[in-house]
């Protein structure tokens, strides 16, 4: 009886069976439609002050700051996996922040000197350095502040010369993560001026103001001093139309590629970036959810590796070129076997 009724059934589906694509590993190889590789991956590093010092982020287990000797070994471990690039970020001592953030453009920045000795000690490593006031200000906002608030045009001022003493330590790409408007066209502008025109921008064009940045910035210093939020520059994370505009407006002032970020909750962005604009479309997976993934791990609720590399591939089918991740190197030494 019940064999009968299976047969009808199979009529009924004409003989249709899409699971005959998933039977063995080989066919699944054989038509998986996209890949996760070492260079799909960009590995975020925060430095310090000191030599020979590893402190550890809190509420980021496994992800230690390195003094600069220790970053540039982190490089070369990085390059010997075949991760492209690295993205830094500096904890700026508290004695040098300031409410005018003058310390993002001191040429003997934390920052500067980081990039110059990876440069120098792993030159075949691509350098990414993230241009923004909040790792150099006394407040942790993006911007300069003045009543309560953002000034987004002497804010770019600042960024721009951030920018140039990056471009010279040896930035090879920068990275504007702060959302001021107009941003992206006085950089370009200053690099072309200062004979930096082959230094490219990757701008972080979708920004969301998210609850997922909080482990990063106790990472930088700059959570226990962030007055009030970034919701006057960051995007609201009910839209995405508008992404799509700053995506569109980042493009025309001269930016190589575009980031979204958040990660994982923002793979529709992603997406829709990919589908209407045709240039590399990065997604970075942040702190937040480096750590949830972590902690449920960690407590054995869910498998880490699996979930990490799940969540890896999942920007890629999104239509993400890369990953800014936490894991990278983790899984670019899991990719490599
Ligand atoms: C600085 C910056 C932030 C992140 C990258 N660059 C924090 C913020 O905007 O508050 C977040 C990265 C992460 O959470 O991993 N502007």
Redesign the pocket.
Known sequence: MSKRWAKHDMEFLGGRRPRRLRQTGWMRDLVRETALAPSDLIW?LFVIEGQNERAPVKSMPGVDRLSIDLAVQAARDAAAEGIPALAI?PNTPGHLRSDGAEEAYNPGNLMCRALSAIKEAVPEIGLIA?V????YSSN?Q?GLVRDGVILNDETVEVMVKSALVQARAGADIIAP???MDGRVAAIRRALDAASFESTSIMS?AA?FA?A??????D??G?GER?VGD?RTY?LDYANSDEALREVAQDLDEGADMVMV??GMPYLDIVRRVRDSFNVPVFA???????TMITLAGDTGVIDRTAAMLESLHAFKRAGAKGV?T?FALETARLLNG
């Open positions: 975020p970020f993230d923004a006031l909040d790792e942790g993006d993560s702060d959302m972080y920004k998210s997922y940045y909080g482990p990063f910035r990472a930088v700059s962030l970034k960051q970020k958040p970075y997976q942040v702190s937040g959810e480096y800014l936490y």
